[in-house]
């Protein structure tokens, strides 16, 4: 536990204020719980996210280039009367933080969020009522990867946070493994277990002009430019995170 942590939790959850119940979570804290899940919510680009469901905890470095691939889409605007022109995909959807940003900054978009668990199926519903995001821009869908996404469905955006870390790493905080979902941490043996499935289907749900976004963890770059000369991937870029490591991959026709 770190005295900024602690200052943040007062902060944020008991406006400065050391009280019993602050006392308490201190403790918790002390014992390991992470400090977001105590204080119940993160910013994410300027949206409100509830953990109330204890989904994964979006990190910084998924912010960083979410904000930068919404940012490419900036120059989209809606058709007459706002409909929505620019179907995504959120897919291993956790909190929902990523399409619930999209459509926050991108008043064209309609959303369709992916994930397998329960916890996140409702977790989703939470944070899209909290930032007030109209029921028509979205649809939540439990599916183990494409399985229960329409094949009929295109998209002209998929954002991909699929869980990447080997089951044999010795880098995870305690708090992290001991609290956050494994389901959306560990991706098999090598971590590639959801990035080789995602990759083998995604581009049968992309439109023609569409792009792929997905976050991998800096070590594994080769293995995924492997995956992606296997599966037929041509036009794709690997880009950085604020740190300067490799985080994330854009894939599309006019990149």
């Known amino acids: 536990m770190q005295k ?21 979570d201190i403790h918790k804290l002390k014992g390991g719980i992470p400090v977001d899940y ?10 409100k996210i509830s953990l109330s469901e204890k989904p994964l905890i979006p990190r910084c470095e998924t912010e960083y280039w979410v904000d930068r691939a919404i940012k490419g889409y900036k120059g989209v605007r809606p058709l007459k009367g706002l409909t929505p022109i620019l179907p995504v995909l959120d897919i291993f959807s956790g909190s929902g933080c990523i399409g619930i940003a999209i459509l926050k900054h991108l008043p064209c978009s309609k959303v369709v969020f992916s994930d397998s668990e329960n916890n996140c199926i409702e977790q989703i519903e939470i944070n899209c009522k909290l930032n007030r995001i109209n029921p028509a821009r979205y ?26 870390i080997s089951t044999h790493s010795t880098d995870i905080q305690d708090s992290v493994l ?4 494994s389901s959306a941490l560990f991706g098999g043996e090598d971590g590639l277990k ?24 800096h070590p594994q770059k080769e293995q995924v430019k492997s995956l992606l000369e296997k599966y037929g ?17 854009e894939y599309g026709k006019n990149i």
Request: aromatic share 20%; hydrophobic share 35%; charged share 35%.
């Open 233 to 249: 991937y041509k036009n794709y870029k690997f880009k950085k995170d604020q740190f300067s490591r490799w985080r994330y991959l």
């Open 178 to 181: 001991l609290n956050e979902p």
């Open 38 to 47: 105590l204080i119940s919510y993160v910013n994410f680009l300027g949206c």
């Open 194 to 217: 959801y990035i080789d499935k995602f990759l083998k289907m995604a581009r049968g749900f992309l439109k023609k002009d569409g792009r792929i976004f997905m976050e991998f963890d």
């Open 139 to 164: 649809k939540i869908v439990k599916s183990d990867v494409f399985e229960n996404i329409p094949k009929k469905e295109k998209f002209d955006g998929i954002f991909a946070n699929p869980p990447y």
């Open 4 to 24: 900024r942590e602690v200052r943040w939790l007062l902060s944020k959850k008991y406006n400065g204020k050391l009280t019993s119940f602050a006392w308490r």
